[in-house]
């Protein structure tokens, strides 16, 4: 018996009751109304979806089914040592609603070990590549070539009840996050040492393992992957990746499209590969600067020489949030505990002094304040992962948490095919013309 799977069902059950009941009565509500700035603007803001996993605030941050990130800190099982949380909680918390005990999380763990086998052709896809593909493709491309052992493929071609569909999503999601860390390691020792693989430690956590498969060895190194992929795991549904994995599921994609699609949203330079850019910026800042250790007021000079050459400063602004991301605080607050004196953390914490000022006088920034992506390059390169191209991928093992977790829950509540109406630039001038005449 699988008792997450068992416990999904009978909580998806219960909510796809009270949904029907919901839109019987109130589907013709307006709750929301859209402006010509949105249209155009990217449909910021605009409320187009439902994603159960998780919910963003502009001021508070995430939260997890209602857990703040220095909440989940405290309340979800933990690494060996206590100290760090272990992601498979929170995979367990976004699933189902609940905080899972110590013996449910152990259970996931040696569910996801059964899991982790990937299939020999992936391996032959990757080494098919050239060397020097950037991981984000080589991550992608694996992803997409394991679609040949999806269980909702095979059960749809079968012919299976629409009440059924969440119920394939589940093996599939399950026996996908399984493995994201064997493929990610691969790729890494692939590109950057030489093919020198690692084999799986199965007596380890899925983090755990993960790092001993990177080949970083060292207890803070494997609380730091706790830490990263529990902070990494959603952020509502919004976001490009998120909603890419949404969007292609609508279709009745499989879990492995679906994330596939999810991923190479995440690979463009205004998402996951933002933090690549981070640490790639710091350091030519140090070479321009000729120092290990600048100043508050030497930092401050090349930002604002950065800003005068109409280019942005990485890792700042988001487009939700308007305080300092809890994400970028909790890696503060890891960094703080393990490795405080750390001369490019220590520039990471004089940026953060130093940049919002700047950015709230130029008075059109509504949000100066550091993301995600802002520190994350800096715990990396402290442990000896240096290769910047790489950060995303780490980024996309956590980020499969949480949109699989929503996937299977837009199967179970029966979602439709997403299909926005789009207008034209004609359209819309015609509409204008209306209105003024009507006025």
């Given at each position: ?76 099982p ?59 493709t ?13 269980c909702f ?24 996050i ?26 380890q ?91 508050k ?25 308007r ?8 890696q ?44 994350s ?11 910047y ?51």
């Open positions: 018996m699988d008792p997450l799977k068992t416990k999904f069902n009978e909580k998806a059950t219960a909510l796809r009751t009270e949904i029907r009941a919901m839109l019987k009565e109130h589907g013709n509500k307006k709750f929301d109304e859209v402006t010509l700035k949105q249209i155009y603007g990217g449909a910021r803001g605009i409320k187009t979806m439902i994603w159960e996993t998780s919910q963003l605030d502009p001021i508070e941050g995430i939260r997890f089914r209602g857990y703040s990130i220095p909440e989940l800190r405290e309340v979800l933990k690494g060996p040592d206590g100290k760090e949380p272990r992601p498979e909680g929170l995979f367990w918390l976004m699933l189902v609603g609940e905080i899972p005990t110590e013996q449910e999380v152990k259970w996931l763990t040696e569910q996801w070990l059964t899991r982790s086998h990937v299939p020999e052709h992936t391996f032959k896809v990757l080494d098919s590549l050239p060397v020097n593909t950037h991981p984000m080589q991550f992608s491309l694996a992803i997409a070539s394991m679609q040949t052992e999806s493929a095979r059960r749809y071609d079968e012919g299976i009840d629409k009440a059924d569909y969440w119920d394939p999503t589940y093996e599939d999601t399950m026996n996908l399984a493995r994201l860390p064997r493929i990610a390691a691969y790729i890494y020792r692939r590109t950057y040492h030489n093919g020198d693989h690692i084999s799986p430690d199965v007596s956590d899925w983090s755990g393992n993960f790092a001993h498969m990177l080949g970083i060895e060292g207890g803070d190194f494997k609380n730091l992957m706790r830490l990263y992929l529990t902070i990494h795991a959603d952020h509502e549904g919004g976001n490009a990746s998120a909603h890419a994995t949404h969007l292609v599921g609508s279709t009745l994609s499989d879990a492995y499209y679906s994330l596939a699609g999810g991923m190479n949203a995440l690979a463009g330079p205004l998402h996951g590969l933002a933090n690549q850019e981070v640490i790639r910026w710091i350091f030519k800042m140090l070479d321009a600067l000729g120092t290990k250790s600048p100043s007021e030497q930092i401050a000079d090349y930002v604002n020489s950065t800003l005068s050459a109409g280019q942005v400063i990485p890792g700042y602004g988001h487009a939700v949030l305080q300092p991301d809890p994400r970028f605080m909790a503060k607050r890891f960094a703080e505990e393990y490795i405080k004196d750390d001369e490019v953390v220590k520039v990471v914490w004089k940026i953060f002094d130093v940049v919002p000022p700047i950015l709230e006088s130029l008075g059109k920034v509504k949000n100066p304040w550091p993301n995600v992506d802002a520190h390059g800096a715990l990396l390169v402290h442990y000896g992962l240096k290769e191209s790489f950060y995303t991928v780490l980024f996309g093992v956590s980020r499969a948490l949480g949109v699989l977790s929503a996937l299977c829950w837009s199967r179970a509540l029966g979602f439709p095919l997403e299909r926005p109406k789009s207008v034209t630039t004609e359209w819309v001038k015609s509409t204008l013309a209306k209105m003024e005449q009507e006025a």
